[in-house]
């Protein structure tokens, strides 16, 4: 099955900086990668996401790269702000196959 | 809102009891989850539902009990649960039509196992 990987952790940065988190997953067949957002007491939420044929795409502030080769993918957040703080999750999917592998999460933290 | 409502919200339940997790999904899609959140772990995929059918059983605990009796709602059947299954269980929604859809999450059930 597939294996996806998230560092950091934990993140903290101050308010305007950049913000990277990265995953690794194992099964190349994987062509579907979300993030979701989730603050604290909430659901998770998608933020953005990216399929294989594309590798790189942004939202505002929200970027993700794909380097299909290496099997890894990241989340790029700038000029970040306090109301970025929560737990990010990141995923890995084939279609059809109805299985979102997730990745253990980052908490990150936007120090005003 | 997302369209995903679960209830109860907070379970607390003792290891001889018998209670149960629904969900509801107002989405109009054909496929349903039910994941288990632990504290610095992944979510965990327990059970997917396809068209009612059940298509994934990720080596689930038999005291884990799905049922899904429209594509609407789904059911978590619990009895003889352990403390260490205390966790957020969410419940998850996604329209399949040959490219993978969006997930969209419930609140999710917060249980506790005394």
């Known amino acids: 099955g597939e294996n996806v990987e998230q560092h950091p952790s934990t993140l903290s940065v101050q308010e305007g900086d950049s913000a990277v988190i990265k995953c690794t997953y194992s099964?190349?067949?994987?062509?579907?990668f979300p993030w979701y957002k989730q603050e604290l007491g909430k659901r998770p939420q998608l933020i953005i996401d990216?399929?294989?044929?594309?590798g790189e795409k942004k939202d505002q502030r929200i970027a993700v790269t794909l380097n299909k080769t290496a099997k890894h993918f990241s989340l790029h957040i700038t000029e970040t702000q306090p109301e970025d703080s929560a737990v990010y999750f990141c995923?890995?999917?084939?279609?059809?196959?109805?299985?979102?592998?997730f990745g253990s999460g980052t908490k990150l933290n936007v120090k005003p | 809102e997302t369209g995903v409502t679960q209830t109860p919200r907070h379970l607390v339940m003792g290891m001889t009891n018998k209670k149960s997790l629904k969900c509801e999904q107002h989405?109009?899609?054909?496929?349903m989850y039910w994941y288990k959140q632990s504290a610095k772990k992944p979510l965990e995929l327990m059970f997917v539902?396809?068209?009612?059918?059940?298509?994934e059983n990720n080596s689930v605990p038999s005291r884990f009990s799905p049922e899904c009796p429209n594509s609407s709602h789904l059911f978590l059947h619990l009895h003889t649960l352990q403390p260490e299954d205390s966790a957020l269980y969410l419940c998850?929604?996604?329209?399949?039509?040959?490219?993978?859809?969006?997930?969209?999450f419930g609140e999710g059930s917060r249980l506790t196992v005394l």
């Open positions: 998850a929604s996604s329209q399949e039509n040959g490219i993978t859809g969006e997930l969209f």
């Open positions: 099964d190349s067949a994987s062509n579907y």
């Open positions: 990216i399929r294989s044929n594309v």
């Open positions: 995923a890995a999917e084939r279609d059809n196959f109805n299985k979102f592998y």
């Open positions: 989405l109009g899609h054909n496929a």
């Open positions: 539902y396809n068209f009612k059918e059940q298509t």
